[in-house]
């Protein structure tokens, strides 16, 4: 909408925005999470600036960047609907283990025990990408859902698929934690909330198209096997796009000369000047080591960041900061609320459908995912577009500075929505409404998911981007872990309190949690400023460490 109006600042440009214009008018400008980003003239800056690299992933081809995001979106795809796939084959996984083949496992843990991986999954991949890059990782991930997929296509008994469907969620876990960071690292800060949404949207929406043909690749008896052999093609699709498509995204910005001063972008991509290379952070970089081939590099499986090792370390340290940091734990807990609200109609909708006074056969139940595809798909204009606009009309009422409380306005309708998708759901589930209002309020919850998930990844790392690794460790990891205890307490809280009073429980949680978001919204940037003065020097855990 206004791409006339994007440009990338010339250092020129910025040494002069920067000397003509007045500290008191740009203060907001110095602390991490707040950057100025729209220009006298209303322009919107396209930050970071690029550097000339090849190594660079602003600085890559149009077409070059897309491959990447292709392959980003793929994979993302195939590892959700694999992972939720036993979800809708439960039925013809009963039929084949007993309690005798499971035991001592409840055959629930099928559907619940990839997301406690996920979650173990942001603990190790976002911070071993902080040591062997970002391709490295999420080649690992793309091989290990692979080998888990035909594992459990060809698996002789339960616990086989048990450790088989573990070891997909783990290789999940790449994609909803270290993936964003590849995403942050593709797009300028304008570009991040239509990108964010998109990826989060799109990949819901075919997710849930895919979830309603389900059925179709299984029968009432042992076919689920059927369902893992299909998808093995497009596990390994997804390895061969990851290694051909995607380069090493991780890149640190040098600082470079100009004018007779020193330009460096910091850990909180914004940009410092320097009067000599001394009071530079790390001095002066070395020039790129030199290859016979762009695609040689491109296609190194394995390396080392600038950082390496001691990156990785650093990074659990700051995990349990940003654990404590209230501004990260309340989105981390909102987020495990909704996702246990996705479980309690997720775990009860087809017992809900295929009950009196419904009888619905599976084939019907299964279409409850086209209402959530549809739900997600909306929420890409809702969340990325409608942010996109709000953030900047906000910065341009404010200087031209973009503050990160300015993408608070995200959470107002994912909390709404989620409010009021749970409470209409245990209502109609309790008092027998028409089956529509279960598809309603199902596709209201995918739609609350999807768009405070972006809302939820701006957040975090736009308010403390020196800290944008293990902030999104807590927000994955912790959310994840958390919803798989919870999912432990669906049916004997349903059973005790009754569907309906449930549900309602659930809602008011998300509303009360939710509500922080008024006093956040007045006093959150004195808070997040007060953190980054007290607690704001390690940035081994930032997206460009200096």
Same mark, same amino acid.
């Given at each position: 909408?206004?791409?006339?109006?994007?440009?990338?600042?010339?250092?020129?440009?910025?040494?002069?925005?920067?000397?003509?214009?007045?500290?008191?008018?740009?203060?907001?400008?110095?602390?991490?999470?707040?950057?100025?980003?729209?220009?006298?003239?209303?322009?919107?800056?396209?930050?970071?600036?690029?550097?000339?690299?090849?190594?660079?992933?602003?600085?890559?081809?149009?077409?070059?960047?897309?491959?990447?995001?292709?392959?980003?979106?793929?994979?993302?795809?195939?590892?959700?609907?694999?992972?939720?796939?036993?979800?809708?084959?439960?039925?013809?996984?009963?039929?084949?283990?007993?309690?005798?083949?499971?035991?001592?496992?409840?055959?629930?843990?099928?559907?619940? /025990?990839?997301?406690?991986?996920? %979650?173990?999954?942001?603990?190790?991949?976002?911070?071993?990408?902080?040591?062997? $890059?970002?391709?490295?990782?999420?080649?690992? %991930?793309?091989?290990?859902?692979?080998?888990?997929?035909?594992?459990?296509? !060809?698996?002789?008994?339960?616990?086989?698929?048990?450790?088989?469907?573990?070891?997909?969620?783990?290789?999940?876990?790449?994609?909803?934690?270290?993936?964003?960071?590849?995403?942050?690292?593709?797009?300028?800060?304008?570009?991040?909330?239509?990108?964010?949404?998109?990826?989060?949207?799109?990949?819901?929406?075919?997710? #849930?198209?895919?979830?309603?043909?389900?059925?179709?690749?299984?029968?009432?008896?042992?076919?689920?096997?059927?369902? +893992?052999?299909?998808?093995?093609?497009?596990?390994?699709?997804?390895?061969?796009?990851?290694?051909?498509?995607?380069?090493?995204?991780?890149?640190?910005?040098?600082?470079?000369?100009?004018? %007779?001063?020193?330009?460096?972008?910091?850990?909180?991509?914004?940009?410092?000047?320097?009067?000599? =290379?001394?009071?530079?952070?790390?001095?002066?970089?070395?020039?790129?080591?030199?290859?016979?081939?762009?695609?040689?590099?491109?296609?190194?499986?394995?390396?080392?960041?600038?950082?390496?090792?001691?990156?990785? =370390?650093?990074?659990?340290?700051?995990?349990?900061?940003?654990?404590?940091?209230?501004?990260?734990?309340?989105?981390?807990?909102?987020?495990?609320?909704?996702?246990?609200?996705?479980?309690?109609? %997720?775990?009860?909708?087809?017992?809900?459908?295929?009950?009196?006074?419904?009888?619905?056969?599976?084939?019907?139940?299964?279409?409850?995912?086209? /209402?959530?595809? !549809?739900?997600?798909?909306?929420? =890409?204009?809702?969340? $990325?577009?409608?942010?996109?606009?709000?953030?900047?009309?906000?910065?341009?009422?404010? @200087?031209?500075?973009?503050?990160?409380?300015?993408?608070?306005?995200?959470?107002?309708?994912?909390?709404?929505?989620?409010?009021?998708?749970?409470?209409? +759901?245990?209502? @109609? @589930?309790?008092?027998?409404?028409?089956?529509?209002?279960?598809?309603?309020?199902?596709?209201?919850?995918?739609?609350?998911?999807?768009?405070?998930?972006?809302?939820?990844?701006?957040?975090?790392?736009?308010?403390?981007?020196?800290?944008?690794?293990?902030?999104?460790?807590?927000?994955?990891?912790?959310? +994840?872990?958390?919803?798989?205890?919870?999912?432990?307490?669906?049916?004997?809280?349903?059973?005790?309190?009754?569907?309906?009073?449930?549900?309602?429980?659930? #809602?008011?949680?998300?509303?009360?949690?939710?509500?922080?978001?008024?006093?956040?919204?007045?006093?959150?940037?004195?808070?997040?400023?007060?953190?980054?003065?007290?607690?704001?020097?390690?940035?081994?855990?930032?997206?460009?460490?200096?």
């Amino acid at each position: 909408m206004f791409e006339e109006k994007l440009t990338s600042p010339t250092p020129s440009e910025y040494i002069s925005s920067t000397s003509t214009s007045t500290r008191s008018k740009y203060v907001s400008r110095d602390f991490s999470g707040s950057v100025f980003i729209i220009s006298s003239d209303g322009r919107m800056l396209k930050l970071p600036i690029p550097t000339s690299s090849s190594r660079d992933p602003l600085n890559w081809s149009k077409m070059k960047r897309a491959r990447a995001f292709f392959a980003i979106f793929f994979f993302s795809i195939t590892g959700l609907v694999v992972v939720q796939g036993p979800s809708l084959m439960f039925a013809p996984l009963l039929e084949e283990f007993s309690d005798e083949d499971t035991r001592p496992f409840n055959p629930t843990l099928l559907l619940s /025990a990839p997301t406690l991986f996920m %979650g173990i999954g942001a603990f190790l991949w976002i911070p071993l990408s902080l040591a062997i $890059g970002r391709r490295p990782v999420f080649l690992i %991930g793309t091989m290990i859902m692979l080998l888990a997929t035909l594992w459990a296509g !060809i698996a002789g008994n339960f616990y086989q698929l048990l450790i088989a469907v573990c070891l997909q969620g783990l290789a999940e876990g790449v994609n909803t934690s270290m993936g964003l960071l590849m995403v942050i690292d593709l797009t300028f800060i304008h570009q991040r909330p239509q990108i964010i949404a998109m990826l989060w949207s799109l990949v819901g929406f075919i997710g #849930g198209c895919i979830y309603s043909f389900v059925p179709h690749m299984t029968n009432a008896s042992t076919r689920w096997r059927s369902f +893992y052999l299909l998808w093995i093609f497009p596990s390994a699709i997804a390895v061969a796009l990851a290694f051909f498509l995607v380069p090493e995204t991780y890149f640190i910005r040098p600082a470079v000369a100009f004018n %007779g001063r020193i330009l460096a972008q910091s850990a909180t991509e914004k940009v410092q000047i320097y009067q000599d =290379w001394e009071e530079v952070p790390g001095g002066k970089s070395l020039p790129d080591i030199p290859h016979s081939s762009p695609w040689v590099r491109d296609l190194q499986f394995w390396g080392t960041t600038r950082g390496g090792w001691k990156a990785m =370390w650093a990074c659990y340290p700051q995990i349990l900061g940003c654990f404590v940091n209230p501004l990260i734990f309340w989105v981390a807990l909102l987020n495990a609320i909704v996702f246990g609200s996705m479980l309690s109609i %997720g775990e009860t909708y087809n017992f809900v459908l295929t009950s009196p006074p419904y009888f619905l056969d599976i084939h019907y139940t299964a279409l409850v995912n086209m /209402a959530g595809a !549809i739900g997600s798909l909306i929420a =890409w204009p809702v969340s $990325g577009k409608m942010i996109a606009w709000v953030s900047r009309r906000l910065a341009m009422s404010n @200087a031209g500075v973009r503050d990160a409380e300015h993408y608070l306005p995200a959470f107002i309708l994912p909390i709404i929505a989620g409010t009021t998708s749970v409470i209409i +759901y245990g209502l @109609a @589930a309790q008092h027998k409404w028409h089956f529509m209002f279960i598809y309603v309020s199902y596709g209201l919850n995918i739609f609350t998911f999807s768009s405070l998930a972006t809302a939820n990844t701006l957040w975090v790392t736009e308010a403390f981007p020196r800290w944008a690794a293990p902030a999104l460790v807590v927000l994955s990891g912790v959310s +994840y872990t958390a919803s798989f205890g919870i999912s432990f307490s669906i049916q004997p809280w349903v059973a005790s309190q009754g569907i309906a009073n449930a549900n309602i429980e659930i #809602g008011s949680m998300i509303a009360v949690v939710g509500l922080v978001l008024i006093p956040i919204a007045f006093w959150g940037k004195k808070l997040r400023q007060h953190i980054h003065e007290r607690w704001g020097t390690s940035e081994m855990g930032a997206l460009r460490p200096q």
